[in-house]
């Protein structure tokens, strides 16, 4: 059914550090990888060798500069570069799931994960036209809704040793930047993250309260005002003495 | 968003067509037998057509029946809903005006308000949008609800009405396209709360996630529709309102009728175009356009 639940018993979702994301793909290609070969149709590619490759990912990640303001201390603040990655939320008001005429998209009771039942989708789009993010692709060859499904399939699977039991994303990513957990309890890795470190909500003003939080890049380090390398670049001697000494003043005389 | 083919047909001729079904519900033009028979296929046409059309985009349309489960929340399953039973009850009516020459009243206001609902329905799938700022306000389902009855009323017949309708409906058009232009400003959705990165400095799109295209891309951004805007509305308002308020004052004959829907029905094919090119989807903010 589209009605949302009144509350879920866990909260899943992902914490993503934009901190420490380097920008690898590396989430974008695991989960590709996992997704297209496990729950529900393939995320099929269109022209992929060819002059206008396009395909469907649940997991994308797109990069921003941001200029700082110039303030009176520092008039030409470096801009920064951030990595962004990007995958369903997971709202808690998810309008994605109550627009869906069919009953195809749902929002789980048990752990709050939102997921797409193909057999009932008929692929009007719908969904994705309410989804402020961009968390939903219509697959252009099965013509079904296509979302993250916080890797439902791996996250309860005892088939799997245990520390495999997180989604693709966060298993995969070098740079520790993803954490899998439930934001219901207040002292899961997630929530102490979260409140650590000023998690934040993506277009709040939406009202889709995501259940996923960014945790925003930390201050940049203030670069050293003096020369480091100006201590072993000095003079050995200012005024040499012995043979070399008498060299100096006799060229001098010249 | 991208002016998809299907859904401007679709929702372009049953708005027409509901509109003309409720001006038939109501007895507006009085006629029975043949003439009945002509009026209430033409309802029909427009408005199955226009149903059908909408299957196109559709990437399962064998599963279409499910959409009439998920009435509770679904405005698009509503609008199945309301449609079938708007569709069913003005055929009742119809078979009555037709076979009995008799006019079933009370069926034919059912009818009729079933075939407005049906108008709304369609109009808030898009209103309830929060994605898109430029839709989501009253002036929207106005827009489409005095549209449809000023085409009723001129496939209905109805001289004095549909000028009366004409104008209302070129007013709430005029106001939709001039407060949707200050909607997405006034949504307060940017590039700073889409990312989260706007308490740093100004955001800019360095990089997009990939080299071509996506889904995304193609069925929300469509940026070059939006060139032409100005010069559209023109048209769009002189061909729906302008022309056949003119044709109607001047002298009501089965030309100038003929002429005042075609010119109608093309300036709402322009506006409806529009509707779509110009709306911008918040999304497009990730990836720095609009």
């Known amino acids: 059914m589209t009605q949302l639940p009144a509350q879920t018993q866990k909260k899943l979702g992902l914490v993503i550090d934009l901190d420490t994301c380097v920008g690898c793909h590396a989430c974008v290609i695991s989960c590709k990888g996992w997704n297209t070969e496990n729950y529900g149709a393939p995320l099929s590619d269109q022209d992929a060798y060819g002059a206008n490759p396009s395909g469907t990912f649940l997991n994308r990640v797109h990069s921003y500069s941001v200029q700082p303001l110039a303030t009176s201390a520092k008039p030409h603040p470096a801009a920064q570069t951030i990595h962004f990655p990007k995958s369903c939320l997971h709202c808690e008001d998810a309008p994605c799931v109550t627009v869906c005429p069919t009953g195809a998209s749902y929002k789980r009771t048990e752990d709050g994960i939102v997921l797409v039942n193909e057999s009932d989708c008929i692929g009007c789009g719908l969904c994705a036209w309410a989804c402020p993010y961009g968390a939903r692709e219509l697959d252009a060859a099965e013509g079904v809704m296509k979302k993250c499904t916080l890797c439902v399939d791996r996250i309860y699977n005892e088939n799997l040793p245990e520390v495999d039991r997180t989604p693709a994303c966060v298993r995969t990513c070098p740079a520790g930047a993803r954490h899998f957990g439930d934001f219901a309890d207040p002292e899961s890795n997630v929530s102490r993250l979260t409140a650590e470190r000023g998690g934040l909500d993506l277009m709040p003003e939406q009202g889709t309260k995501p259940v996923n939080k960014y945790l925003p890049p930390r201050p940049k380090d203030e670069m050293p005002e003096f020369d480091v390398l100006a201590p072993y670049l000095e003079p050995v001697a200012e005024n040499p003495g012995g043979f070399i000494g008498w060299l100096d003043r006799a060229l001098e005389k010249l | ?290």
């Open chain 2, 1 to 290: 968003m991208h002016p998809a083919p299907s859904v401007i047909i679709f929702t372009t001729l049953s708005g027409l067509g509901f509109g003309l079904l409720t001006f038939l519900g109501l007895g507006l033009p009085d006629v029975t037998g043949w003439t009945a028979f002509w009026f209430f296929v033409i309802g029909y046409v427009l408005a199955v057509g226009g149903l059908s059309a909408s299957a196109f985009h559709l990437g399962h349309p064998e599963r279409a029946l499910k959409a009439f489960t998920q009435w509770k929340t679904s405005w698009l399953s509503r609008e199945a809903v309301t449609s079938v039973a708007a569709l069913l009850t003005m055929a009742l009516y119809g078979a009555g005006l037709v076979f009995f020459d008799t006019a079933w009243q009370p069926l034919g206001w059912i009818g009729a308000a079933l075939s407005l609902l049906t108008v709304f329905t369609t109009s808030m799938i898009y209103t309830q949008m929060k994605t898109v700022p430029r839709w989501h306000m009253v002036w929207t389902p106005a827009h489409f609800l005095t549209l449809s009855l000023a085409g009723g009323a001129l496939l209905a017949g109805q001289a004095f009405a549909s000028i009366f309708l004409l104008l209302l409906a070129g007013m709430t058009t005029v106001a939709m396209w001039i407060i949707g232009d200050t909607r997405f400003a006034r949504s307060g959705t940017d590039m700073a709360t889409a990312t989260g990165l706007g308490r740093i400095g100004t955001v800019k799109a360095f990089e997009p996630p990939h080299t071509g295209t996506n889904y995304l891309l193609r069925e929300f951004v469509h940026v070059v529709g939006r060139k032409h805007g100005r010069k559209l509305r023109l048209i769009a308002g002189l061909l729906a309102f302008v022309v056949p308020i003119l044709l109607m004052l001047l002298l009501v004959t089965h030309v100038t009728a003929a002429l005042a829907i075609l010119s109608h029905v093309a300036g709402v094919f322009a506006a409806r175009w529009l509707f779509f090119a110009e709306a911008e989807h918040v999304v497009g903010l990730y990836y720095g356009k609009r």
